[in-house]
């Protein structure tokens, strides 16, 4: 059973920095790809970034490249989220992601999620 668990939210000042990892266990995971994902209050979950465990290759929203980096660790079967230069509009709660994948890392149809960590940036 494959399951995901994040770590690292908190509260950070706007202009500030956190790491999110996310854990992941159950199965292999080369010909997976990771998403992170985020949901603000009152609004839909969208997609953040994403990443191959495979070769590595990513995919970014528009709103978060530049600031926002996503990495994997294949020996400790971890994704990281570095969140750099932090906006208010950064403030939700974000969720770790997997899904079976033959081509680059999706920005939905994820089917393994985690169960979130708060990430509240302040002005």
């Known amino acids: 059973q494959v399951q995901l668990v994040e770590s690292g939210g908190g509260l950070v000042q706007a202009g500030g920095s956190l790491r999110l990892s996310c854990a992941a266990s159950?199965?292999?995971?080369?010909?997976?790809?990771m998403g992170w994902f985020r949901q603000a209050p009152g609004k839909n979950r969208e997609f953040v970034a994403a990443i191959r465990w495979s070769g590595g290759s990513t995919r970014y929203a528009e709103s978060v490249k530049g600031r926002f980096t996503i990495s994997r660790d294949n020996a400790k079967n971890t994704v990281y989220l570095q969140m750099n230069s932090l906006k208010p509009e950064d403030t939700a709660v974000y969720y770790c992601?997997?899904?079976?994948?033959?081509?680059?890392?999706?920005?939905?149809?994820?089917?393994?999620w985690g169960q979130g960590t708060q990430v509240t940036v302040s002005s």
């Open positions: 992601a997997a899904v079976w994948t033959t081509g680059g890392p999706p920005t939905g149809g994820y089917d393994y």
């Open positions: 159950g199965r292999t995971f080369s010909s997976y790809a």
